[in-house]
């Protein structure tokens, strides 16, 4: 089995992957250390650990870069967050995804808006781009924002359906799963992955549940995004102010 359908193969509901998300070689090599089943970039934390901010601003030759060492330090699947796409159209996305293929990726994940932007593309722009995407056999994670910035106590129906309508499209398009991130309700995770023609994939944050909880939903996939690189930059800075202040670093054991 190649890596993209082993990749594929792990996206079970109720049984969900679990990517706890890095940023560079050395990251990825930690993580798959630990028993990861498979290695997933962060974009946020992949662009500030260079000194750029999320949304495209690290080119689509740096992130490659940065792929293409990952991939040579572990035979794991790599997801690569692909942000956008990088391409202003369905061809130059077609074209930025066929170079992630050719850099050794297994999957990405695709937003369904543009860099800066906050609103949704139209669902048929959105469906033309993962369909460019997908074109190239990756596996293309559909990132959904309808939650985005939106308040729990804001949750209806209306936010379901709007979901639903974009899984059906994507799915139609050919992608492989739906990331449906800012959602901790499980309610409406339930009722999501219950209806969704795509296995659903959850960003973890604080209160969002534990693994068991999540799978108990339906969850196919449980991304950690930026929090494991924030939770090492403020441990290193933590470190970094325990020194400056004239005391010992308390590293653990063997570091």
């Known amino acids: 089995m190649g890596k993209i359908a082993a990749?594929?193969?792990l996206h079970i509901a109720g049984d969900p992957l679990v990517l706890f998300n890095i940023w560079d070689a050395g990251s990825a090599k930690a993580v798959a250390a630990a028993g990861a089943k498979a290695i997933a970039t962060g974009?946020?934390?992949?662009a500030e650990a260079q000194g750029f901010k999320d949304g495209e601003d690290f080119s689509i030759e740096d992130a490659l870069r940065n792929l293409e060492r990952i991939v040579a330090i572990t035979d794991l699947p790599v997801t690569l967050d692909f942000e956008s796409g990088y391409g202003d159209t369905p061809?130059?996305?077609?074209?930025?995804v066929r170079r992630a293929l050719t850099s050794g990726a297994a999957g990405i994940n695709m937003e369904d808006r543009m860099p800066g932007q906050t609103a949704l593309l139209p669902l048929g722009d959105a469906a033309d781009r993962i369909a460019a995407a997908a074109q190239s056999g990756l596996f293309v994670n559909a990132r959904c924002d309808v939650y985005r910035g939106v308040k729990p106590q804001d949750y209806g129906p209306q936010l379901v359906e709007s979901v639903l309508e974009r899984a059906d499209a994507y799915a139609a398009a050919g992608a492989g799963g739906l990331f449906v991130p800012f959602l901790g309700d499980?309610?409406?995770i339930t009722a999501i992955c219950a209806a969704s023609p795509l296995p659903i994939n959850i960003l973890w944050g604080p209160g969002r549940g534990t693994t068991a909880q999540l799978a108990a939903c339906g969850v196919a996939r449980i991304s950690y995004g930026h929090g494991p690189w924030a939770a090492a930059m403020d441990w290193l800075a933590g470190q970094a102010r325990t020194v400056f202040a004239g005391e010992i670093v308390p590293y653990a054991a063997g570091q």
């Not at 974009?43 to 992949?46: A, M, Q």
């Not at 061809?91 to 930025?96: E, I, N, R």
């Open 91 to 96: 061809a130059g996305v077609a074209a930025s």
């Open 7 to 9: 990749f594929k193969a």
């Open 43 to 46: 974009s946020y934390g992949v």
């Open 186 to 188: 499980h309610p409406t």
